[in-house]
């Protein structure tokens, strides 16, 4: 009447079980598409199974196993993947239960699961990677999503996909332990190959800007920032949350108060300071370009902040170093408000003179669309501008947006807001704006 499946015929009447069970099993599609599996015996194999020796193992049906076998294969499980005494506590309380649903597999293979079990929880019990790459399952011919819950009799045929991930809500639908220790597993696996990204990508932007990273500091940046360990921080710089640059701002500010409290031990006063004549590096300037106190005091040896990078026009104020150098500062430097409020003292009031310096370093950052030949448009807007050159640049791509700094040659602020309207003109570019 009813096809049968012959991978799940069982006969225990030729060779009957070690504990005298003896039974014709047969597996059968029944009304509805459903599989159905059909016991055969005797009245007197029944009593023996019913009531006899076999009756003390309360046989389930399940992969020729005694339900004891089977419990104490599910204690195995949990001792191996329970990471401590409070998770095996909590596994065993979940997995002591009493009532259990029993659901086939397309192929007529059938499984056990607690009450409540999900598709989910399904898909890891069949194989780990199943589980990992599930996206829902088909109960019954019906898709259905990952946390429905099955119910005995249920045929499930697992849907996956190779780009499918563990989430953290897992945890919220899977009730077997072995699905919420994989899940766990493999969420703190991603999250370890997410940091190391992470920090590769700090590693690369600071290269970028010439910054060398101590450690030290950098531990006191990612405290100051509200991240409780390193991890966290790396996969929040992966995940673009945090920009690296708002993070390389906040370290080169706690550099500069850590150089600034080590060298205030001097105790050096502006009414202290003594002009020098020695020589300091390239970028020093010894012309009328910038006037520097409320006369101007010439011979004074300056350079331009690397924090800020100012050039002719911004506003800017100079801070004596402990090397006896003014460091010219944009108004709006981000180390700005911490030197006023610490070092008011050792600030000396700076103004640019009417006359043009030479070309000035100035960094842009460019985001837009990751187009064919895009760089090469912005490059010829910035060859084909007057007193500008293109000194560096850097580009960066993921997932079909490019973002990247500019090092421009300019004369004056003037040129360099002009060089960024030009490039906004350029198709595909989304944002230009100047970097510190």
């Not at 490059?379 to 500008?388: A, P, T």
Request: aromatic share 6%; hydrophobic share 35%.
């Amino acid at each position: 009447m009813y096809t049968g499946n012959p991978k799940r015929l069982k006969d225990w009447i030729t060779i009957p079980k070690s504990n005298g069970y003896e039974s014709l099993h047969t597996t059968v599609m029944g009304p509805g598409g459903k599989w159905v599996e059909v016991q055969i015996r005797t009245r007197r194999m029944d009593l023996v199974a019913e009531k006899g020796l076999a009756a003390h193992w309360r046989y389930k049906g399940i992969k020729s196993e005694s339900s004891l076998d089977q419990w104490m294969n599910n204690v195995r499980d949990i001792l191996e993947t329970a990471d401590g005494p409070l998770e095996l506590m909590k596994n065993f309380k979940m997995d002591l239960y009493d009532k259990e649903v029993f659901v086939f597999t397309p192929q007529g293979d059938l499984h056990r699961l607690p009450l409540g079990a999900t598709v989910l929880d399904f898909a890891f019990a069949i194989h780990s990677k199943l589980g990992c790459a599930c996206i829902g399952g088909k109960v019954n011919g019906r898709n259905r999503k990952l946390g429905h819950k099955l119910c005995s009799g249920d045929t499930v045929e697992i849907l996956t996909s190779p780009q499918q991930v563990p989430k953290q809500d897992w945890l919220n639908i899977a009730v077997t332990s072995k699905a919420r220790t994989k899940i766990r597993q493999t969420i703190n696996e991603q999250a370890a190959r997410s940091s190391e990204f992470g920090r590769e990508l700090l590693q690369r932007r600071c290269k970028n800007r010439k910054i060398e990273l101590d450690e030290a500091n950098l531990m006191r940046t990612i405290k100051k920032m509200g991240y409780k360990s390193v991890t966290d921080f790396y996969k929040a710089l992966a995940d673009e949350t945090i920009d690296p640059a708002d993070v390389i701002a906040v370290y080169e500010n706690l550099r500069l108060e850590n150089a600034g409290s080590a060298s205030d031990k001097e105790h050096r006063s502006a009414e202290e300071f003594e002009l020098s004549d020695a020589r300091v590096e390239d970028d020093s300037r010894h012309d009328d370009v910038l006037v520097i106190g409320a006369t101007n005091i010439r011979g004074m040896n300056y350079k331009m902040a690397r924090c800020c990078n100012p050039i002719f026009g911004d506003k800017v104020f100079g801070f004596i170093s402990s090397e006896g150098v003014v460091k010219i500062h944009r108004e709006d430097c981000p180390n700005s408000a911490h030197i006023h409020a610490r070092y008011p003292y050792r600030v000396i009031r700076t103004r640019w003179s009417g006359k043009t310096g030479n070309q000035t370093a100035a960094t842009i950052r460019v985001v837009g669309q990751d187009d064919i030949g895009i760089v090469t448009n912005i490059s010829s807007v910035i060859n084909k501008e007057k007193d500008v050159t293109l000194r560096n640049i850097s580009i960066e791509s993921n997932d079909g947006i490019f973002s990247g700094f500019l090092v421009v040659g300019v004369n004056d602020t003037e040129a360099l807001n002009n060089v960024i309207k030009k490039i906004q003109t350029v198709k595909g570019v989304k944002n230009v704006q100047r970097a510190n």
